[in-house]
């Protein structure tokens, strides 16, 4: 995706936002809500545009105790 489609994107989705907070009359909760969604999803959508995503659901984590990894290490074959 090109870099002048995500800036007018982002342009476009802070002019509707900033719509949204200034003319529809709500309560002050709902529209932090509705401002922390909107953050939110633009982020999660900036890092799949970005390939980000996709990198960090390839990360595999383990966890291993200390005990368990220090064993695992000494271990030596005789043959």
């Known amino acids: 995706m090109p870099l002048i489609t ?3 994107t982002l342009i476009i989705v802070g002019v509707l936002l ?3 907070n200034t003319y529809i009359p709500m309560d ?3 529209k ?3 401002n922390i969604v909107v ?3 633009v982020i ?3 890092l799949n545009v970005f390939g980000v995503w996709d990198h960090l659901r ?3 984590t383990s966890m291993q105790s200390p005990a368990l990894a220090g064993s695992a290490c000494c271990v030596v074959s005789q043959s």
């Open 6 to 8: 995500v800036v007018i």
């Open 18 to 20: 900033w719509l949204v």
């Open 28 to 30: 002050g909760k709902i």
């Open 32 to 34: 932090k809500i509705i």
């Open 39 to 41: 953050v939110v999803a």
């Open 44 to 46: 999660l959508w900036l």
């Open 58 to 60: 390839n990360v595999r």
